[in-house]
């Protein structure tokens, strides 16, 4: 299909060549190998003389199909689809870098991203410096002359911090270094990192891109000349993507725009209700005037997304009163889902890191995140009311006098 088609049509139409059978949706190639016509064809294909599917380690039609589509969406030459999104994470990171060399990242990341930098590249050699995102002044003179990659995750999971990517790019370009983003919370619908520079963007497919809590997924995307780099570690470190989920995960793409749509929609009507409540604090939205980076929010993303993070006054026993309260929003640690979660960071996704960490991404022990789901939007509105009413404290009753 033509490459100038809208983002839903490509969403929709790109698919691998189904010709055989003539099916309307793409089948599942659930299979280890594919067979070689000969001798001489077995020996050219692994040679790269001929481009084809070996061996489903290496490729396969139905991840193929995924990242075909998954690349147009964001923009990219080409992309790997990867088991999960900390493999993509990981993969992107380890085939490129070396031992000596430093990585410049945003100090607000996803606690297995963290992880990674922290606990297992030091033993590798990698070193890392952390940047805080709201002191960009700061961040030219954090680079060093064995930098190689700048790693940042916008809107960052959970503090909802944003980094200008525009001048991101510029600052990559500038020290010719490879500028790297999680866009896992954007999705390529509301936001495309190489349009401002960027030459590596990846993905937990686990989120809004499969957006029904059914898999675990990942892809990296980017320049030609990086993700074959990054096509050889995969192959060879073996974390590939099981046909089922991969063409489960191209099947979801078609629906990306229209649940995007309303996953910002939801989340934006009930940020505003929210915000103004009196038994809640720090209420954080992308799109709400209050956010910290609401211009540039506007500036780089089409939406506001699906995730909105406050407080419970009252602290963190109101704040565990107030989850357990709820009866319909799910208490559990995914996110980007049909349906809505609430999560506390601090005692689950990000429980491995010390209190210290936490406070200085805005992970306070009283956070709450809510991952906003297509249901009706007053459902949702009136469970987290009612677990708010069920979960104040009951004023004493004085009794005589
Ligand atoms: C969930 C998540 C990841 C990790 O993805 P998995 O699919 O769970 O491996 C990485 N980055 C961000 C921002 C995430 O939300």
Same mark, same amino acid.
């Given at each position: 299909m033509s490459e100038n088609k809208h983002f839903e049509t490509q969403a929709i139409r790109t698919q691998s060549d189904n010709s055989l059978q003539r099916e309307h949706a793409s089948p599942i190639y659930m299979?280890?190998?594919?067979?070689?016509? /000969?001798?001489?064809?077995?020996?050219?294909?692994?040679? /790269?003389?001929?481009?084809?599917?070996?061996y489903t380690r290496f490729s396969n039609p139905n991840s193929n199909e995924f990242i075909e589509k998954l690349s147009r969406l964001e923009g990219t030459d080409d992309g790997v689809a990867t088991a999960s999104g900390?493999?993509?994470?990981?993969?992107?990171?380890?085939?490129?870098?070396?031992?000596? %060399?430093?990585?410049? #990242?945003?100090?607000?990341?996803f606690g297995s991203t963290h992880q990674i930098l922290t606990q297992i590249f030091p033993t590798w050699g990698i070193e890392h410096t952390y940047a805080d995102v709201d002191k960009t002044e700061e961040w030219e003179s954090l680079i060093r002359p064995n930098t190689r990659m700048i790693f940042v995750e916008t809107p960052s999971n959970p503090g909802l911090d944003?980094? /200008?990517?525009?001048? +991101?790019?510029? +600052?990559?370009?500038?020290?010719?270094?490879?500028?790297?983003?999680?866009?896992?919370?954007?999705?390529?619908? +509301?936001?495309?990192?190489?349009?401002?520079? $960027?030459?590596?963007?990846?993905?937990?497919?686990?989120? *809004?891109? %499969?957006?029904?809590?059914?898999?675990?997924?990942?892809?990296?995307?980017? %320049?030609?000349?990086?993700?074959?780099?990054?096509? *050889?570690?995969?192959?060879?470190?073996?974390?590939?993507?099981?046909?089922?989920? #991969?063409?489960m995960l191209s099947k979801s793409l078609e629906t990306l725009p229209v649940r995007m749509e309303k996953h910002c929609d939801n989340a934006l009507r009930i940020a505003e209700y929210l915000e103004g409540h009196e038994e809640l604090s720090a209420v954080k939205y992308p799109f709400l005037k209050s956010h910290p980076n609401y211009e540039l929010a506007k500036r780089q993303m089409t939406h506001g997304g699906g995730l909105i993070t406050f407080e419970v006054k009252g602290g963190i026993e109101?704040?565990?009163? *107030?989850?357990?309260?709820?009866?319909?929003?799910?208490?559990? $640690?995914?996110?980007?889902?049909?349906?809505?979660?609430a999560t506390h960071p601090a005692s689950t996704t990000h429980s491995k890191l010390s209190e210290e960490e936490r406070c200085s991404v805005g992970i306070t022990p009283g956070l709450v995140r809510i991952s906003v789901g297509l249901e009706n939007v007053n459902d949702i509105l009136e469970d987290i009311e009612n677990a708010l009413r069920a979960s104040k404290p009951v004023a004493k009753v004085v009794v005589g006098s």
């Open positions: 299979t280890s190998s594919f067979v070689f016509e /000969d001798a001489e064809h077995a020996r050219a294909m692994f040679a /790269d003389e001929i481009e084809g599917n070996i900390m493999s993509a994470m990981f993969s992107g990171m380890a085939a490129l870098l070396q031992s000596g %060399d430093h990585i410049l #990242a945003s100090r607000s990341l944003l980094i /200008d990517l525009e001048w +991101l790019g510029r +600052l990559a370009k500038k020290h010719d270094l490879i500028l790297n983003v999680d866009n896992c919370f954007a999705t390529p619908y +509301l936001q495309r990192p190489v349009e401002y520079g $960027a030459h590596l963007v990846c993905h937990s497919a686990t989120k *809004f891109i %499969d957006g029904q809590g059914r898999t675990i997924g990942g892809a990296i995307l980017g %320049d030609q000349e990086l993700i074959d780099k990054i096509r *050889f570690f995969v192959r060879h470190t073996g974390p590939a993507l099981s046909p089922f989920n #991969a063409w109101r704040g565990r009163k *107030f989850l357990d309260n709820l009866r319909m929003l799910s208490l559990t $640690a995914n996110l980007g889902d049909t349906r809505t979660i």
